[in-house]
């Protein structure tokens, strides 16, 4: 199985800043990473897939990035509607893996 | 606009059987691979099954492999979860999804519908 190592586990900035998570895989997964975002009490949404690829109707502060193991999504100008917890997850193979998320806060 | 409404679930007890519906609407359901996410109370994210868009093709981690029955209705655009053995760790909201028309992710998520599995 493929096991994705989320950090940090949580994030406290202040509105404006640049913030950046970070997603390991234990192996190479080819760019078939997503990250999604979820706001409490709600399903999460599709924010990055193909590692870089914003999804429709999701504000360009965000931004994907990454290769082979190693990626991270970017939030740029941190609003307080991006308070949410974020998780990556792996397509590239079976069993489907997700990180473990990162709560991100206001300070 | 693509709709995903989960229902089924509830407080069952250990050992028992539970049964999830999906109703999709917006979209050719039969065009499509479907897929079921739990996620515990406080917890991640966890794929529990995925089903291809004939049906002839069925994916399920270990954790739930011989329990969990995954099958689709494609005349109902119903997906179906089957829970069989059900026992305290698959207390969940569980998540009807869909991928992207071009994209291999998760692009649209039902509501969820939450499991109790708890004597």
């Known amino acids: 199985d493929i096991r994705m190592t989320q950090s940090p586990a949580s994030l406290s900035a202040s509105l404006g800043e640049t913030v950046n998570i970070e997603c390991l895989a234990s192996e190479d997964i080819y760019s078939d990473l997503a990250w999604y975002q979820q706001k409490p009490g709600k399903s999460p949404q599709l924010l990055i897939y193909n590692a870089n690829s914003l999804q429709n109707g999701v504000p360009s502060r965000f931004s994907g990035s990454g290769s082979g193991t190693q990626y991270s999504l970017k939030i740029n100008s941190l609003q307080s509607e991006d308070v949410a917890t974020y998780f990556c997850q792996q397509y590239n193979n079976y069993p489907l893996t997700f990180g473990s998320g990162t709560k991100l806060e206001i300070k | 606009e693509v709709q995903l409404v989960e229902s089924g679930g509830g407080l069952v007890q250990p050992g028992r059987s539970l049964k999830l519906s999906c109703v999709a609407s917006g979209f050719t359901f039969n065009n499509y691979w479907m897929t079921w996410i739990r996620q515990a109370p406080g917890k991640g994210l966890e794929w529990v099954a995925s089903i291809t868009n004939t049906g002839g093709s069925t994916y399920y981690p270990d954790s739930v492999k011989g329990r969990f029955t995954i099958s689709r209705d494609n005349a109902k655009s119903t997906l179906y979860l089957q829970m069989n053995s059900l026992r305290s760790e698959d207390t969940a909201t569980y998540y009807c999804?869909?991928?992207?028309?071009?994209?291999?992710?998760?692009?649209?998520w039902g509501q969820g519908t939450l499991v109790t599995v708890s004597s």
């Open positions: 999804t869909r991928l992207g028309r071009t994209v291999a992710a998760f692009a649209y």
